[in-house]
Every structure is written in C-alpha cells, then in structure tokens.
C-alpha cells in the first residue's frame, strides 16, 4: 500500500464547476499537508499549505484536512480552463523534515471552455 | 521570479556517459535540498536528501554510486548521473528550503528533461 493514494483521473469538468480533489494517507504521523498544480512538464507549484485538521481558503481554492480519516481534499470553485493541469497532494512529517515530501500520484483536471 | 533555478532544463545524452544537473537556491541560502524523479504520469519520487558540507542522505532503492550529490555551498546542489542508461531518462526536479521552515517555504526548481539515447 502507498503511503498516499490519489486518483489519477483525468477528471473532465465544464468551466465553471467545482472540482473536487481528494488524497487518503496511511502514515498518521504526517502533519503538513500541501497541494501543488504542475503544468505539463514544469515544475510543482505550491497551490495550498495547512498544518493538521480543518479548512484553509484562498480565492477560489479551498483545502481541507481530516486527520482522523486520513483525507485530505482541495476544492477549486469557479473552475477556469487555466486550472487544467495535474494536482499533487503532498505531506511531510514534523516541522525539522519539512522539507521531504511524500506526493500522491496526481490528478490530471481538464476544465473545458 | 524563481527563487529555486535548475540547469539545463534539458538535456540528451548517449547511453554510458555521466551527466550533471545543477540546483541553484537565488534569493536564500539553503542548507538543505531535495531531489526527485518524475516519470511520465507519475508522481514526484524522492531521490535524496541533499545537506551543505555533509554527504547526501539516499531513499531506499536509489544507488549512491548511480547518483552522486553534491552540495558544496549553501546556494548550490548537483545531480550527476554516472553511466547513464535509457531507462534513467526522466524529469528530474530539485527543491531547496532555507532549513528547519514549515511547508510552505519549500522551493521547487522548474525540473531537468533528462534522455539518454
């Protein structure tokens, strides 16, 4: 089993919808929770960062933590054709191994005009 | 602008040689930086963990001789791949942070193109 499970899709939605993204874990010892958004070929971009349970928004983006399910999902409203990219959800362990991350495999959103 | 800068973004190179990709941290010193794998539809694999003036920490399963890290200075990290074969072709992406920070300070290069021919 994979220490973070994601689906990969593609996941297909008209502009305009919510989105819905999600990632399960195994370890409960992660506590830092981040979704990136990598444009084809480029580097992870950091959409979102919390630390342990609960919502955290920004603009049309809003991440939500359940520490005693293990999920964690990102919600895009009002989704854009420029969202169309692929989500990675991230963890890291306590704040002295921040900086390694374990990624979910991604989910490659289309947002269609 | 990038705070994390790679270099070549791309890169050919024929099977059995060594290729080097460089990992520069621009507007902050970091202590630490990291190296991952990212094949085709896949996610982002960490390689190792890279520390200034100490050898490189490697996950299981990465061979050190394969893939030799190199943090010399504070700003600088390289990635050199010895003997490369086809089956290292990969993206190959680097990320830096300036040390004991939260996750949101974590900086990502914008990844290496690596094929060998």
């Known amino acids: 089993q994979k220490e973070v499970e994601q689906d990969p899709g593609p996941l297909s939605v008209p502009e305009g919808a919510i989105v819905s993204l999600n990632c399960t874990y195994s370890?409960?010892?992660?506590?830092?929770f981040m979704w990136y958004r990598q444009y084809s070929r480029k580097g992870p971009e950091l959409l979102m960062y919390?630390?342990?349970?609960g919502n955290k928004e920004d603009g049309r983006f809003t991440a939500q933590v359940d520490k005693s399910s293990k999920y964690i999902s990102l919600f895009i409203r009002d989704s854009q054709p420029s969202d169309s990219a692929t989500y990675l959800c991230a963890m890291s362990l306590s704040s002295s191994n921040t900086g390694k991350l374990i990624f979910g495999q991604g989910t490659t959103l289309q947002v269609k005009p | 602008g990038a705070v994390v800068s790679q270099h070549p973004s791309r890169v050919i190179c024929k099977s059995g040689t060594s290729v080097k990709i460089e990992c520069r941290s621009l507007d902050f010193q970091a202590t630490t930086m990291f190296w991952y794998r990212q094949f085709p539809k896949q996610s982002l694999m960490l390689m190792a963990t890279?520390?200034?003036?100490?050898?490189?920490?490697?996950e299981q399963g990465v061979e050190k001789d394969k893939f030799l890290i190199n943090h010399a200075s504070l700003t600088l990290s390289t990635l050199t791949v010895t003997s490369a074969h086809p089956e290292d072709s990969s993206f190959y992406i680097c990320?830096?942070?300036?040390?004991?920070?939260?996750?949101?300070?974590?900086?990502f290069g914008e990844g290496s193109w690596l094929t060998v021919v």
């Open positions: 890279s520390n200034e003036g100490s050898k490189a920490t490697y």
């Open positions: 370890n409960s010892a992660f506590q830092y």
């Open positions: 919390t630390y342990s349970s």
């Open positions: 990320s830096a942070t300036p040390g004991t920070s939260t996750g949101n300070t974590i900086y």
